[in-house]
């Protein structure tokens, strides 16, 4: 079975602090992503990644900033957090080859707070 | 705008019926699409997916049906369970040219009463 395990299941943070967030996975999977997910507007991708130091942004980059150093490991990183980045955060990863690349495994989720 | 749209944010079911949660697409190089089970305080999970070279897929009481020409696929659930009360989240991806982005709607919430 794929483990996607993120380092925290809830953090409360303070306005202007940088936060870490951490995500490995065990299936040497190529392809790692960043989601963040709010009521009423489903998963929006932040960031991912197709290898080791690639990056590439998603829909909502804005305020973010990621690292991929080794192949199992993706860190999201919110340089100077703020109120608006109060969400769940999801990280996820996938096979790079063969049909089943599409078939993204989601790790338990971090629910960030920030005061 | 929008490429992959669930246009009923719930959708409540008596167990043993049917459920059926609705998927439109607009993009048409979609060729893969996924359904994704959610439970609050946890990360989706991979249900079922469906290629664009078949019309369906089953898996147990999991079905899914896609209609290329309407750009429309659903899942269908039979019988609901109580445990299938969760938010259900429908993914497409283009497998050619993709290294496997998925572009999800916003989900429905479906409870299925005892």
């Known amino acids: 079975d794929v483990k996607v395990t993120q380092s925290s299941r809830y953090l409360v943070k303070r306005t202007g602090e940088k936060v870490f967030l951490e995500c490995v996975q065990d299936?040497?999977?190529?392809?790692m992503f960043w989601y963040r997910q709010d009521p009423g507007l489903g998963l929006r991708l932040i960031y991912f990644?197709?290898?080791?130091?690639?990056?590439e942004k998603g829909d909502i980059p804005e305020g973010y900033s990621v690292s991929r150093e080794k192949k199992e490991r993706f860190s999201l990183i919110l340089e100077s957090a703020s109120t608006n980045q109060t969400s769940m955060y999801l990280c996820?990863?996938?096979?790079?080859?063969?049909?089943?690349?599409?078939?993204?495994?989601f790790g338990a989720g971090t629910r960030l707070s920030v005061l | 705008d929008q490429q992959v749209k669930q246009n009923s944010p719930s959708l409540s079911v008596q167990e043993g019926r049917i459920s059926i949660l609705n998927c439109d697409y607009t993009?048409?190089?979609?060729?893969?699409f996924l359904w994704y089970k959610k439970y609050p305080a946890e990360g989706p999970t991979f249900l079922i997916s469906?290629?664009?070279?078949?019309d369906k897929n089953e898996d147990g009481r999991f079905t899914v049906f896609l209609n290329k020409s309407a750009k429309h696929l659903s899942l269908h659930i039979v019988p609901s369970q109580p445990g299938d009360s969760a938010v259900y989240f429908c993914?497409?991806?283009?497998?050619?040219?993709?290294?496997?982005?998925?572009?999800f709607g916003k989900g429905t919430k479906l409870s299925v009463k005892p």
């Open positions: 993914a497409a991806s283009a497998i050619m040219g993709s290294q496997g982005n998925l572009i």
């Open positions: 996820a990863s996938s096979s790079g080859t063969g049909l089943r690349k599409n078939i993204q495994y």
């Open positions: 469906i290629s664009s070279i078949k």
């Open positions: 299936m040497d999977h190529e392809n």
């Open positions: 990644s197709y290898d080791v130091k690639m990056k």
């Open positions: 993009n048409s190089m979609f060729d893969y």
